[in-house]
Each structure stands twice: as C-alpha cells, then as structure tokens.
T-cell receptor, first 115, second 112 residues
C-alpha cells in the first residue's frame, strides 16, 4: 500500500514556542492531505484539508492562524503549531488519499507535549 | 453533514470468541465504508472496506456487512486473538468526496 511518513514522531516543547510537523507521501503524489488531532481515548478529529498550491481548508473551530498549514509540493505538507500551549498537547496524524480518492493512508503520527 | 455512531465503545472477549462492532450513518448518499485498526500509539490502518453496491465482504477472519436500507454496517471478527486487541474505527464517506466521517472508536480487548 501507499506509504505516508511523518516527522518528528514526538516532540516536547516549552509553552509559547512553535512546532513544525512534516507529512510526506513517499511513493505517490498527494494533491490533498488531511491533518487530524487525536486526544487520548478519543476518535480522530479532522482539523484541516491541505491542498497543494492553494490555501488549506479548516474545520469549524480550528484556528487557522494557530495551526498553519503549507502544502508546497505534491509530496509534502507541513503543520506548524504556533505559540503552543499545554492544551495543544495531542497526537497529530496526517493522511493522504490514494489516486482513487477513496482510501486514506495515515502517517505514523506525531505526539506533541507542550510543557 | 454525516453523523456516524459506533457501538460499543469497549468490547472485551475471550480468545477464540467472535467480536462484532456496529456503526450507523445518517447520510444516505454515503457509499464507501472503511474500517481502521489502531494499535496504541500507532497509526490507523485500513483493515477492510465495503462499498454500497455490496452487502458483505470477507477477508479471512474479518468480515463487514452493510445494510443500506437501515444505514448500518458492522465489523465481524471471528476466532479472535490477543493481537486483535486495538481500537477499531468505522467511517463513512460519499463518492467524489473522500473525507470520511469517523465513528468514536471501539476498544477491543481480547483476553488470552
């Protein structure tokens, strides 16, 4: 199946700093990628849809100025958590749909801990 | 928008027993229903999917059934093994729109 990588796998940062998470499709091109946030024992919550060459589409309640998304190439999308606070601590997962646009392949996730 | 309900939230079975997880969806236009397995701290992985033109699909010990009229679909795992322990998510999406709506997840625990 398609492979999606994510970096870093985990990060610990101080409150107020910014953190960048990368999501890469390794063996296919992804004009669209999705960013999810998952709190412990909860479901995947879609944060935004990342579109190559255009602005991301954010879900209701997600601050676009806090969660900056850039999709500069067909294989890379980045999520930057700006001025992170402890409540931003979570598991962030990206995904990319296959060419058929039905199946999604998920990255391994990034665990963010803000102190 | 689409609303996906998943039950139960937790399911505990003995090794060798069968496990059934049920989901309902609200949008009759949804036509693709994947199931994902997520082990602790890892990525969700697609284990089986079904499209609306099919009523049942099976892959070894895993099967999914779909009732379009009732708008519900179920995951069946037979002869459960400890390594089946994980969180399982159902999802529903429409043709042409591949953003699925996920259920809240079911934590399956298989006791040896």
């Amino acid at each position: 199946g398609a492979v999606v990588s994510q970096h870093p796998s985990w990060v610990i940062c101080k409150s107020g700093t910014s953190v960048k998470i990368e999501c890469r499709s390794l063996d296919f091109q992804a004009t669209t990628m999705f960013w999810y946030r998952q709190f412990p024992k909860q479901s995947l919550m879609l944060m935004a849809t990342s579109n190559e060459g255009s602005k991301a589409t954010y879900e209701q309640g997600v601050e676009k100025d806090k969660f900056l998304i850039n999709h500069a190439s067909l294989t890379l999308s980045t999520l930057t958590v700006t001025s992170a606070h402890p409540e931003d601590s979570s598991f962030y997962i990206c995904s990319a749909p296959t060419t058929s646009r039905e199946t999604q392949y998920f990255g391994p996730g990034t665990r963010l801990l803000v102190l | 928008g689409e609303n996906v309900e998943q039950h139960p939230s937790t399911l505990s079975v003995q090794e060798g027993d069968s496990a059934v997880i049920k989901c309902t969806y609200s949008d009759s236009a949804s036509n693709y229903f994947p199931w994902y397995k997520q082990e602790l701290g890892k990525r969700p992985q697609l284990i089986i999917d079904i499209r609306s033109n099919v009523g049942e699909k099976k892959d070894q010990r895993i099967a999914v059934t779909l009732n379009k009229t009732a708008k519900h679909f179920s995951l069946h795992i037979t002869e459960t093994q400890p390594e089946d322990s994980a969180v399982y998510f159902c999802a529903a999406s429409k043709g042409g729109s591949y953003i699925p709506t996920f259920g809240r997840g079911t934590s399956l625990i298989v006791h040896p």
